[in-house]
C-alpha cells in the first residue's frame, strides 16, 4: 500500500490534467491559474520554512566530528572533517552541496554466516544520488529556452554538450536518460533492500512517481508525440511578463506536463524534498569545531539561576543519596547532637 496508493495518486491526477484540459477555461485554469498559484505556493512555503529553521535555537556547538580536532601543535588537525575556522566549515559545506561528501562515505553493513558482521563500501547510491541532481539540475537550466528570447549563449553550450551524443533527429539529451534511469535505480533499490522497504514511507515514493511522470511526459512531448513549442515559449515568456495568453492548439500532453510541475512546486515546501535548503541550515555541518578555543554559553539561560555543580547538589541532598543507597562522594557528617550523647550513654548512673 506504501508503494501503490502514491502510484495511483500520480495516475489520478493524470487523469484530471487530461479531463481539465477538455473542459471550458480548463487550459487557462491549468496553464495560467495553476503556475502562479504554485510558484506562490513554493515560493512562500520555502521562505517560511527557512526562517522557521533559521530562529531555532542552536546555543551549543554539535558538529558532527569524523576526523581529528584541533588539539597539540604537533598533532595533525584534519580541517575538513574537524574543522574549528570559518574557512574549514565552508569547505566542508561546499563538499557537501556540490558533491555530496557525506553520502560518498557512507558504508553498508551486510551480516554472514557466524553470524558476522561486515561493513563495505556503498558508493552506488552516491553515484546516482549525484547523476539524479545533476540531471535535474541541467534539465531545469535548459527549459531557460523558453523564457528567453534570444537564448544566452551558455545555454546553447549546455544543450550542445548534453546532446553531444546525438542519435536521430531530434537529438536524445543525456540528461533525460540519466534522470529516468537514476529515478528507477533509487525505486527499485527502495523495493529490494529490505532495510530500506521496512523504512520507506507513502511521503518517499510520491516523490519518486511524480518526477518519473515529470521526466516521462517530457521525453513524450520531445521525442514522440508532436506539440507546438511555439505557442509554448508564447505561453512561457507571456507567464515571466504577467501577460499570458493561450494560443494555437497546444496539445494536451503539455497540460499534463505542466500539472505535475506545478504539483511538484506545490508539493515541495512541506516535503523532504527540502532538504534542499535544510542543508544551509543543519548544525552539524555548518557549526565549527572551536569549543576548546572558544567558550559558548547559552544565550537562552536564565539569568537568575546560578549554575548548580554536583558537589553543591550532593551537599543539598547527600542524607537522602545515602538513605536511598546512591554512592556520594563524602561521607555523611554524624550530627552533632548524636555524638554527645554517645559517650553519655555508655557511662552507668551513678547510685545513691
Same mark, same amino acid.
Given at each position: ?55 531555532? *535555537? ?54 554472514? /554466516? ?35 528570447? *534570444? ?117 515541495? *515546501? ?23 578555543? /572558544? ?47 554517645? *559517650? ?9
Amino acid at each position: 500500500m506504501k508503494v501503490l496508493y502514491p502510484f495511483l495518486a500520480v495516475i489520478a491526477f493524470i487523469l484530471i490534467a487530461l479531463v481539465g484540459v477538455r473542459i471550458p477555461g480548463g487550459q487557462n485554469l491549468l496553464g495560467i491559474v495553476l503556475p502562479y498559484l504554485a510558484i506562490l505556493a513554493f515560493t512562500g512555503g520555502f521562505v517560511l520554512k527557512v526562517l522557521g529553521w533559521a530562529r531555532s *535555537p542552536v546555543p551549543f556547538r554539535i558538529p558532527t566530528t569524523c576526523g581529528q580536532a584541533v588539539s597539540l601543535p604537533w598533532i595533525k588537525q584534519n580541517k575538513l572533517d574537524c574543522p574549528s575556522t570559518f574557512w574549514g566549515v565552508t569547505g566542508r559545506m561546499l563538499l557537501e552541496v556540490l558533491l555530496f561528501r557525506s553520502l560518498f562515505r557512507n558504508t553498508k553493513a551486510s551480516i554472514h /554466516k557466524g553470524p558476522q558482521l561486515a561493513y563495505g563500501s556503498s558508493k552506488w547510491l552516491w553515484l546516482v544520488g549525484l547523476t539524479f541532481h545533476y540531471s535535474f539540475l541541467v534539465i531545469v537550466i535548459r527549459h531557460m529556452r523558453l523564457f528567453t528570447n *534570444p537564448m544566452p549563449a551558455f545555454l546553447h553550450a549546455l544543450e550542445f554538450g548534453d546532446g553531444i551524443l546525438q542519435v536521430g533527429a531530434p537529438q536524445i539529451y543525456i540528461t533525460d536518460l540519466l534522470l529516468v534511469g537514476a529515478l528507477l535505480f533509487l525505486f527499485a533499490r527502495r523495493l529490494v533492500l529490505s532495510e530500506v522497504r521496512i523504512i520507506s514511507l507513502a511521503n518517499d515514493y510520491f516523490p519518486l512517481f511524480l518526477i518519473l511522470g515529470i521526466g516521462i511526459t517530457g521525453i513524450l512531448m520531445r521525442y514522440f508525440i508532436r506539440v507546438d513549442v511555439v505557442s509554448i515559449k508564447q505561453l512561457a515568456v507571456g507567464l515571466v511578463t504577467f501577460s499570458p495568453v493561450i494560443v494555437g492548439d497546444i496539445g494536451p500532453l503539455f497540460f499534463v506536463h505542466l500539472f505535475l510541475v506545478c504539483l511538484l512546486l506545490i508539493y515541495f *515546501p512541506f516535503s523532504k524534498l527540502m532538504h534542499l535548503g535544510g542543508v544551509f541550515l543543519s548544525p552539524t555541518r555548518n557549526l565549527a569545531n572551536n569549543s576548546r578555543m /572558544k567558550r559558548h554559553i547559552n544565550p537562552w539561560n536564565d539569568p537568575n539561576i546560578k549554575p548548580h555543580s554536583y558537589a553543591a547538589y550532593e551537599d543539598e541532598f547527600r542524607e537522602f543519596m545515602v538513605e536511598a543507597g546512591i554512592p556520594v562522594e563524602k561521607e555523611l557528617a554524624q550530627p552533632v547532637a548524636e555524638e554527645a550523647a554517645a *559517650p553519655a550513654a555508655e557511662v552507668a548512673p551513678a547510685e545513691g
